[in-house]
């Protein structure tokens, strides 16, 4: 089945710093990602709509420039957390749909852990 | 706001045992998802139902869903110690876009 990546899986940074987290799709071309946050024992969280070529569309309540997101191709998608907080420390986790086949079906990134201190 | 609630929030079962969780959502949908993600990991998509379909079977899955009432139910036949997760349940957004809404999942332990 289709296959998605997250780098890094685990990330330890220090309060004010910036972080980038990567999202690809290995073997299928994604127009479209979206990027969750998930917090313990809580359920996934819609932060945004990662778009090729265009701007990211933002849920209610996400600060896009806190949370800068760049779909740079077909199969790679950038989210970064700027001025990096304790409270943003979260799972962080990207999905894409693979409409190769006609489905509607959402692979999911193994999820980035950040942990700012 | 969140689409999917899944009932109970945590279940406790001995292997063998088979496990039901529910899920109910609050507006029309196009289909509905169920994932399962171990513990600090991703999500692993398990199955997925059309809002034309009623029952749907994946080896030891059973997903029905009753559109009327808003509602669907995942069974896991035979558990086993590794399906031990939480099981989520996502439906989709009138958005004319793939975009699945999340509940807050069934926590499942499956004692051996």
């Known amino acids: 089945g289709a296959v998605v990546s997250q780098h890094p899986s685990r990330v330890i940074c220090k309060s004010g710093t910036s972080v980038k987290i990567e999202c690809r799709s290995l073997?299928?071309?994604?127009?479209?990602m979206f990027w969750y946050r998930q917090f313990p024992k809580k359920s996934l969280m819609l932060m945004a709509t990662?778009?090729?070529?265009?701007?990211?569309?933002?849920e209610q309540g996400v600060e896009k420039d806190k949370f800068l997101i760049n779909h740079a191709s077909l199969t790679l998608s950038t989210l970064t957390v700027t001025s990096a907080h304790p409270e943003d420390s979260s799972f962080y986790i990207c999905?894409?749909?693979?409409?190769?086949?006609?489905?509607?079906?959402?692979?999911f990134g193994p999820g980035t852990r950040l942990t700012v201190l | 706001s969140q689409q999917g609630e899944e009932d109970p929030q945590a279940l406790s079962i001995q292997e063998g045992e088979n496990a039901t969780m529910n899920c109910s959502y609050k507006?029309?949908?196009?289909?509905l998802q169920w994932y399962r993600q171990n513990s600090g990991r991703g999500l692993v998509h398990l199955i997925l139902?059309?809002?034309?379909?009623r029952e749907k079977h994946s080896g030891r899955l059973r997903v029905t869903l009753d559109t009327s009432k808003k509602s669907s139910s995942l069974l896991i036949t035979a558990s086993r110690a590794a399906d031990t997760a939480s099981y989520f349940c996502?439906?989709?957004?009138?958005?004319?876009?793939?975009?699945?809404?999340f509940g807050r999942g069934t926590s499942l332990i499956v004692h051996p």
């Open positions: 073997d299928f071309q994604a127009t479209t």
């Open positions: 139902i059309r809002s034309n379909e």
């Open positions: 507006t029309s949908i196009n289909n």
């Open positions: 990662s778009n090729e070529g265009s701007k990211a569309t933002y």
């Open positions: 999905s894409a749909p693979d409409l190769g086949w006609g489905t509607d079906t959402q692979y």
């Open positions: 996502a439906t989709d957004l009138a958005r004319g876009s793939y975009i699945p809404t």
